[in-house]
């Protein structure tokens, strides 16, 4: 079966959001304790993949992750990955030329998503919203359902434009580009969205979904091409034997999932925007999926988004950590620290909530106690948005917005009263340093 050629723009796909992640991985390298399909498949695939996609692969060789099909896939990739960003333009002429850059990666000023109703209300999803990610870095955002973490990594990628702000992808100003170029710097920030069966087009063969994004860059699939998309499937532990003439619905949830991540490395990304990509699958499988995330981000030398519920996945996935709510940023902070020393009361409570598997452990004790429901986005508070929730608000909590200043190297909190106390680490938190037997791969 030949792929399609069209080069029309696909449908954006929608994934859901507010659902919790629950997983336990092991290791203090980020890796999940389990043995995954792209581990049995053969590590040679991933050694493959990395290698075609260009220079990135060059500072994360696949070897170091032992997995030598994305050392192929990387090589296989490298005209996407080598072309970079394009010259922002405001006609409808082709963009000249990949823009140079120095510093981080991405670089997101003062977002702001706001969504209107039909009855005139405003929902503010996201408020005043910065950030930064470097080269092979991942920062993690967390935070209760309705808090804007999917809407804000929507925004990064126009999905759709924000309502103020900017985005700066590779030195190029993302919130600039028209349609055209802004479909062309999409090669290098792609997004694997919550739920792996929606964002699928159905009536589409699994091969057809993962080459359609050279056929959107390129006009047209080439047969060198196919060679491509195999190479990727083989990095993220699909048989293109197999599954090549499949459709979504013949696939397990896990080899969904697999197939939206192949379908974003084939582009060639330097940033994966990661929506919740485990919460809607088993325990044994998530596991499965972010071992197979942290290959594909050391052999290729890829920076990611990691949006979450669950706090134990994102401590151990994560180098730097961004905690929301409704709208707005508490905190922002290395992994470790935060979670051993939370500024933001926030953070204090989320940490809290973390079950913990220990049977003499009071679940709670010793925590702040927070009180009420979230206030609406339609009508968030004024001044600190947790103030009607936070046992530390005062007067000044109401009236004046915090600002989010840095209280110890790389450690941001925007809280007018932060604490500096050290919290206890929840057994299910302390016991990713230990080593856990592996699980049993996903079937096929």
Not at 269 to 292: F, G, K, M, Y
């Amino acid at each position: 079966m030949t792929v399609s050629t069209e080069p029309a723009e696909p449908a954006e796909p929608t994934g859901t959001t507010g659902a919790a992640a629950a997983t336990s991985p092991a290791g203090t390298t980020g890796r999940a304790a389990t043995t995954s399909p792209a581990a049995t498949t053969g590590n040679a695939a991933t050694t493959r993949l990395a290698a075609t996609t260009g220079a990135a692969a060059t500072t994360s060789p696949a070897g170091t992750t032992g997995n030598a099909a994305t050392t192929r896939l990387a090589a296989t990739t490298g005209a996407a990955a080598a072309h970079g960003p394009v010259a922002p333009t405001t006609s409808g002429a082709e963009p000249a030329g990949p823009a140079g850059t120095a510093g981080p990666l991405l670089v997101a000023d003062d977002i702001v998503v706001e969504h209107g109703g039909r009855s005139g209300a405003v929902v503010h999803a996201v408020s005043g919203v910065s950030l930064h990610l470097d080269a092979g870095e991942t920062l993690g955002i967390v935070g209760e359902s309705g808090c804007g973490k999917s809407s804000l990594g929507r925004a990064l990628l126009q999905l759709p434009t924000p309502t103020s702000g900017t985005v700066r992808l590779e030195g190029v100003e993302l919130t600039a580009l028209d349609r055209r170029a802004l479909r062309r710097v999409r090669s290098r920030l792609q997004m694997i969205f919550q739920d792996p069966l929606s964002s699928l087009n159905p009536r589409r063969k699994a091969h057809e979904l993962v080459a359609e994004p050279i056929a959107i860059a390129q006009g047209r699939v080439r047969p060198a091409d196919l060679d491509r998309v195999r190479a990727t499937f083989e990095a993220v532990g699909l048989d293109p034997a197999q599954v090549w003439d499949r459709h979504p619905s013949e696939l397990s949830g896990g080899q969904c999932q697999r197939l939206c991540i192949a379908r974003a490395l084939v582009a060639g990304p330097a940033v994966l925007v990661c929506d919740e990509p485990v919460s809607a699958l088993d325990v044994s499988v998530q596991a499965q999926i972010l071992n197979l995330l942290e290959d594909v981000k050391a052999a290729n030398g890829l920076s990611l988004l990691f949006v979450a519920h669950d706090l134990a996945v994102v401590r151990n996935i994560s180098d730097r950590v961004m905690v929301m709510y409704l709208g707005r940023t508490c905190e922002v902070a290395p992994a470790a620290d935060l979670f051993a020393r939370p500024l933001h009361p926030y953070t204090e409570v989320l940490i809290a909530s973390i079950p913990d598997p220990d049977p003499d452990h009071v679940v709670g004790a010793g925590a702040l106690r927070v009180r009420g429901e979230p206030p609406s986005p339609i009508d968030p508070p004024s001044g600190c948005r947790f103030r009607t929730r936070c046992p530390r608000a005062d007067e000044r909590c109401a009236a004046e917005v915090p600002e989010l200043v840095e209280h110890r190297p790389g450690h941001w909190a925007a809280c007018h009263h932060p604490s500096d106390t050290p919290v206890a680490v929840p057994t299910a938190l302390s016991a990713l340093t230990a080593p856990t037997a592996p699980t049993v791969p996903e079937s096929r």
